[in-house]
């Protein structure tokens, strides 16, 4: 989907409408969702004593609610897990962008910010099975083959969540744009792809030889989906 052809879902509030380059605006669930689950870290703001923070943290998604977690003695966690507002961006880099002036380089990327209250997981078996969501998101299959958390472990780990409701995406996928005359101007100009890519897995010295290594979902999704 280009901005030219942006969705017609309206935004969820006007705190979350995309004013600078309002057709890059993107409102719908599905964008949103296929954004936040190709992101492996995303950042957290908040305010502390009328201190604003923003802490960069791992994420994963389960239906209608995006998580976070980290150690309980985190003082993010701590301050923020009783229903404190919240502002959580994930930002996916695609391409840079070079024109033939130096005002329209720009980026091609894909990002999500979404406004919410955060709370804890506290219930020992749903933080559970959210700390399985997340090792599931990154390697399908690998949870049944750990050995499982202890209770001390499990109470040492804060678990957060909040609901992915108030939200907008922000697209830029249109590339290169000169002004009228400069294509005239002897210069190289159009995009250049930027991707993640994974190596080969490099075991530990425990590894016995020719134990297959895990798979790592993200790699196969941005590739189904074309990113």
Request: hydrophobic fraction near 40%.
């Amino acid at each position: 989907m280009s901005e030219r052809s942006a969705g017609s879902v309206p935004p969820p509030s006007e705190r979350v409408r995309v004013r600078r380059k309002p057709e890059r605006g993107r409102y719908d669930r599905a964008t949103i969702d296929a954004i936040l689950d190709a992101s492996i870290v995303a950042s957290v703001g908040y305010v502390i004593d009328g201190q604003p923070f923003v802490t960069p943290t791992a994420i994963w998604r389960t239906g209608d609610r995006l998580f976070w977690h980290g150690s309980s003695a985190s003082r993010m966690l701590r301050r923020t897990k009783g229903g404190v507002l919240v502002c959580v961006s994930a930002f996916q880099l695609d391409a840079l962008v070079l024109a033939r002036s130096g005002f329209n380089h720009s980026v091609d990327y894909r990002s999500v910010m979404l406004l919410g209250r955060a709370y804890e997981v506290e219930d020992e078996e749903e933080k559970l099975a959210s700390l399985r969501a997340f090792v599931e998101h990154l390697y399908p299959g690998r949870w049944d083959e750990l050995r499982p958390p202890t209770r001390q472990e499990l109470k040492a780990t804060t678990v957060l969540w909040m609901e992915i409701a108030e939200a907008s995406a922000k697209v830029r996928d249109v590339g290169a744009h000169d002004e009228p005359g400069d294509e005239r101007w002897p210069t190289w100009a159009g995009s250049i792809p930027v991707a993640v890519t994974f190596g080969a897995p490099i075991p530990d010295r425990f590894v016995p030889v020719g134990m297959p290594a895990p798979i790592v979902a993200l790699a196969a999704r941005r590739s189904d989906q074309g990113w």
